[in-house]
């Protein structure tokens, strides 16, 4: 659906996140084709408040309510409509006059407003992880039944989406998503004991929030994706691998059953993929980064090392077990993150702080095909639980 001016209407949940101000800037190059409708952050409100100056959108959300006031007066000679909450994010994500809806909060907020636009039949730019990771089966069970386009941002499952096109489920044998290594590649387990917020926020590729960051650096962020790769790709957790390439330059691969691999090769550059799912099924000049192959020395490809990441082994357990393990993974995972940001907890003992949740879940009794309620509430309880097992103290030259 299409509004009068022939304009897609877009909108944007997260739009003052690395990937929501990057979604802005390619729209900005396809203002023929692409029209904001709708913007939501959860509570950034100076640069929320410029963004809608600048792309007059007709709906904003604050996701924090307490803070609707401030946007309310920096947007004096705005007339569209004001939403505040989860419910704002909800009825925007079902909004009719909405097309496509660009889904990048960070975390579990990301969750409601992804299924209800799904649900409301609008095309996906998906970039929230946690979706799939916590509700997979329930997305794309409602995916199927709408039969709505949803499409991956993310850089591998977009490199794997493109790979696919014209082979047969029956010619593909394993796909493979890479990823850089993090900051800690070569790093020792005594020396990951003492890093720094600042050091792991230091990504050698790629510019992102906080979170990912964090994720990325602990390989979390690639363990995610595993979990996404299965609902997205309809793949075995066996046949979804991950390699370090330090270069990010192929940013996936796929092996057909033949013995041939198909990769896709690009800049790091997020612009790319998002402009891949915001035009397709066409293909459109590229205004932003390129590659140029003769300045490729070199393309190396490593095993991870498990021991040093052990995220990325929890992440591929959690999806196996399937139920609400992801749910409960993915929600200690993000307070793990947020209490090492907060210099309460180790680097190195985010992974463990995540297994720890993942046992007393598993003790508790996994539940299999949740509801949305179901998955919100362990969720929850995820959260309370991680919690409660923070040290209540932590000494960084030590790692204790």
Not at 10 to 24: C, E, K, N
Request: charged residues 25%; contains cysteine.
């Amino acid at each position: 659906m299409k509004g009068e001016t022939g304009l897609k209407k877009l909108a944007i949940i997260g739009s003052t996140g690395s990937i929501g101000r990057q979604t802005l800037e390619v729209v900005e190059y396809l203002k023929e084709r692409i029209t904001v409708y709708g913007l939501a952050a959860h509570s950034r409100v100076d640069l929320l408040a410029a963004q809608v100056k600048k792309y007059r959108p007709q709906v904003v959300v604050l996701g924090d309510a307490g803070k609707l006031k401030t946007l309310a007066s920096l947007l004096t000679g705005w007339n569209g409509r004001l939403l505040a909450g989860p419910e704002g994010l909800e009825e925007l994500a079902a909004d009719p006059e909405v097309d496509m809806v660009v889904s990048s909060a960070v975390g579990a907020a990301g969750i409601k407003p992804t299924l209800t636009a799904v649900k409301s039949g609008k095309e996906v730019a998906l970039a929230n992880k946690e979706a799939l990771v916590a509700a997979g089966e329930l997305i794309m069970n409602e995916v199927k039944a709408r039969k709505v386009r949803f499409l991956s941002i993310d850089s591998e499952h977009s490199s794997v989406f493109q790979c696919l096109a014209g082979q047969q489920p029956s010619e593909l044998k394993n796909i493979y998503l890479t990823a850089s290594g993090g900051p800690f590649r070569n790093t020792t387990l005594s020396e990951m004991r003492k890093v720094t917020p600042e050091r792991a926020l230091a990504h050698p590729t790629w510019k992102m929030g906080k979170k990912i960051t964090i994720d990325s650096a602990t390989l979390m962020n690639k363990g995610m994706e595993v979990i996404e790769a299965h609902w997205l790709f309809g793949l075995p957790y066996d046949r979804i691998k991950v390699v370090i390439h330090p270069q990010s330059m192929v940013h996936a691969l796929v092996e057909t059953v033949d013995g041939f691999f198909l990769a896709q090769l690009g800049p790091a550059d997020m612009r790319l993929p998002i402009k891949f799912a915001l035009t397709y099924p066409e293909r459109t000049d590229n205004p932003f980064a390129g590659l140029d192959l003769f300045s490729l020395n070199r393309l190396e490809f490593f095993a991870p090392d498990v021991k040093r990441f052990p995220c990325l082994p929890l992440a591929y357990a959690a999806g196996r077990r399937g139920g609400t393990m992801p749910a409960v993974m993915n929600a200690a995972n993000e307070e793990a993150v947020a209490a090492f940001l907060q210099h309460r907890l180790g680097f190195s003992e985010i992974g463990s702080m995540v297994e720890k949740v993942m046992e007393r879940h598993e003790k508790d009794g996994v539940v299999f095909h949740p509801d949305l309620e179901t998955i919100m509430t362990v969720d929850r309880w995820a959260r309370k639980m991680c919690s409660s097992l923070l040290p209540a103290a932590f000494d960084r030259n030590t790692g204790l």
